[in-house]
């Protein structure tokens, strides 16, 4: 056949090993690593997906190799826990069943140990070790490492290595990255030694030197060793690209693949995870530099998700191989979609960090728009009934779409009802906000998904009692969605105000200012929007903090981005009445204040239609109420209750 991205599907040869196409599963934390520092069976589920899903290879992250100075709660690999090479063993099988190459993360955070622990007082008794003595940002103190460790820990990662080849990892990936130890070591911001492990850079760099023989040593000539590493650290005091060049000249000889990522933990999280505030691919530009200077395979990722992107990035040379995580969690069988020219059906990552907040906060993974991840092993994967039935989905937002989809794939007769004009439900709004595009995007691959499926669209039918009793169905999903809370205020109903969710039909009629009415994350997104286009924009929320409904990984970003386009913040007001100068509020001292704008977005929330809701409950054998129609919620909550909505019929 003819490939729609021929560069993308190419197989690529590193060392002795064939990999079956360029589009590689770079290092996911997975989510449930035993008390011993074991992989757990849902998390060995949980990369075998990836492997599933066409993925080249699938990286196992991360192993801490030296335990002894790094204790976080992550995988170990020793001969002396019980389960613990089988572990590893069953995951590397669990992967190379599918065609991909299993590969594993070897780590050490350093003076970061126990960053991923969820009980964070537990990191305080934890001995910080980095490449000098000194106190974190978060006032834990660091011990410098001595000669004696520094051996131990270079023997470690050979050991470790040697044990992951023989549970059968097919290759190793040395993390140099990401401000974790061997980062450390590079970084003058961190290494401040006198003796032959600092000063210069190719003093700095003797670490990572040391370690890839170890590793080499353990795993011999041919298997391929894949290095990590950040081309720049992006901030004062860290090294630059132009030192990432020399790195990677400096190790090239030692390993069989350079794999480019971005930025430190100290700083640079939404870039070294490249937030939906950044444009995607936003990191590329590093490979392609290092890779001018190299004769190894390079790898680039950050944020990609687009397989004409990828394959351009292929094709002009910027890279030998693009590397994904989120995206291959939003849909695990991305790659197979692109072998198979089937890209208009990829479920693309909103980048919306669900899946690292819910790490951070649970110790387990969720993916907003991938109902399965985490949860693998639930017997909740979609298997055609022996007893199909006629069902009615009453709403086409993102619950009623992925309701509709999982039904028509068990054998369902299915026909979703929508009583607008067009589907996605509150994600059509997205559509005019750049930064949130693939969220407009998520409803438009949801509606081709379920019309391919069978499903029988409806659009400007509104559901009732009686329009249910005449369809005669077996089983009713109501997903009728919310609605726009907009209270009594004066003036609220002015033709100088819109509703957010209207925002996308009436962009023209935005003014030269605006005042956002609505600190939530709505709101804060929408004003970064209108600032971003040059607007003056005032944002004006009546708690004492902006969106506390965003997820603890997006948050901080967004507060950097108001902070960065300029927006004027205003908390703890009450919006009193609006008028053609803007927004009169009350302060807490009962002080009237007017907030000026010309134009004002109303984004006060969503409240769910449960009057509608309620009219339908007695309509079917089966009934049940899924997404904002129950509680003014999320994305994540709407597909989840969609897919286990259809998966009880």
């Known amino acids: ?108 955070s350093g003076q970061y140990a126990g960053t991923y622990l969820t009980d964070k007082d537990k990191k305080g008794g934890m001995a910080q070790w980095g490449p000098s003595a000194g106190t974190r940002p978060d006032g834990k103190p660091v011990k410098e490492l001595t000669q004696e460790l520094i051996d131990d820990i270079v023997a470690a990662y050979g050991r470790v290595a040697g044990l992951a080849k023989r549970a059968g990892f097919e290759m ?224 086409g937002g993102p619950a009623g779409l992925e309701a509709a989809l999982t039904a028509a794939k068990r054998g369902h007769q299915v026909i979703l009802c929508e009583k607008g004009d067009a589907l996605g ?53 109501v997903a009728v969605g919310s609605e726009p809370i907009v209270p009594a205020i004066p003036g609220l109903d002015g033709d100088n105000v819109i509703i957010v969710n209207d925002y996308y039909k009436k962009k023209d009629q935005v003014g030269e200012s605006v005042v956002v009415l609505g600190g939530g994350l709505a709101g804060c997104e929408a004003a970064i929007h209108f600032a971003r286009e040059g607007k003056p924009v005032h944002l004006v929320e009546m708690r004492a903090e902006l969106a506390p409904d965003a997820n603890l990984r997006h948050r901080p970003l967004m507060m950097n981005e108001i902070e960065k386009c300029g927006i004027t913040v205003h908390t703890e007001l009450k919006g009193l009445k609006v008028t053609d100068q803007g927004v009169v509020c009350e302060d807490l001292a009962g002080k009237e204040v007017l907030v000026p704008g010309t134009t004002v977005i109303c984004a006060l929330g969503q409240k769910p239609l449960r009057n509608l809701a309620e009219s339908l409950v007695d309509c079917a054998p089966y009934v049940i109420e899924i997404g904002d129609c129950v509680k003014a919620s999320t994305i994540t909550t709407a597909i989840y209750q969609g897919y286990h909505a259809a998966l009880d019929i």
């Not at 003819?2 to 290092?27: E, S, W």
């Not at 059509?428 to 693939?438: L, N, R, S, V």
């Not at 995007?441 to 559901?463: M, Q, S, Y």
């Open 1 to 108: 056949m003819q490939r729609k991205y021929p560069n993308l599907c190419k197989p690529i040869k590193i060392g002795n090993v064939t990999f079956r196409n360029r589009m590689f599963g770079a290092p996911m934390g997975g989510t449930d690593i035993t008390a011993d520092c074991t992989i757990g069976p849902k998390s060995k589920a949980f990369y075998e997906l990836r492997a599933k899903g066409g993925a080249a290879t699938v990286t196992v992250s991360e192993c801490v190799v030296h335990p002894e100075t790094e204790g976080s709660h992550m995988y170990h690999l020793d001969l002396q826990t019980v389960d613990s090479l089988a572990s590893f063993t069953y995951t590397a099988d669990a992967i190379r069943r599918h065609g991909a190459i299993p590969s594993v993360e070897l780590s050490h």
């Open 172 to 395: 190793i990936m040395v993390h140099g990255g990401h401000g974790w130890l061997l980062n450390q070591f590079l970084s003058p911001f961190f290494n401040h030694r006198t003796d032959k492990y600092g000063g210069p850079l190719e003093n700095r760099a003797r670490l990572a030197l040391e370690v890839l023989d170890s590793v080499r040593a353990a795993v011999g000539p041919g298997f391929p060793i894949e290095f990590r590493m950040s081309g720049s650290e992006f901030f004062e005091g860290g090294y630059t690209l132009e030192d990432g060049v020399e790195i990677a000249k400096m190790v090239e000889s030692k390993v069989d693949l350079l794999h480019i990522t971005a930025g430190t933990y100290q700083t640079g999280f939404g870039l070294t995870h490249p937030s939906m505030f950044e444009p995607h691919g936003r990191n590329v530009y590093l490979a392609a530099e290092i890779k001018k200077h190299v004769s190894v395979p390079v790898a680039t990722l950050g944020g990609l998700n687009d397989p004409a992107m990828m394959e351009e990035i292929i094709a002009s040379g910027q890279a030998d191989i693009v590397e994904m995580a989120r995206a291959l969690l939003a849909d695990p069988f991305l790659p197979r979609k692109v072998m198979s020219n089937q890209d208009a059906d990829i479920i693309k990552c909103l980048r919306c960090f669900t899946c690292m907040a819910e790490r951070a906060v649970t110790s387990t993974r969720r993916c907003t728009v991938n109902p399965l991840i985490g949860r693998e092993m639930d017997g909740t994967e979609i298997i055609p009934t022996a007893n199909p039935v006629k069902v009615l989905v009453a709403g």
């Open 425 to 477: 439900g509150i994600l059509k709004g997205e559509q005019a906000i750049p930064f949130k595009y693939e969220m407009y995007e998520l409803g438009v691959t949801l509606e081709k998904l379920a019309r391919d499926a069978g499903v029988e669209i409806r659009l400007n039918t509104p559901v009732s009692k009686d329009y249910v009793d005449q369809q005669n169905v077996d089983a009713l999903i």
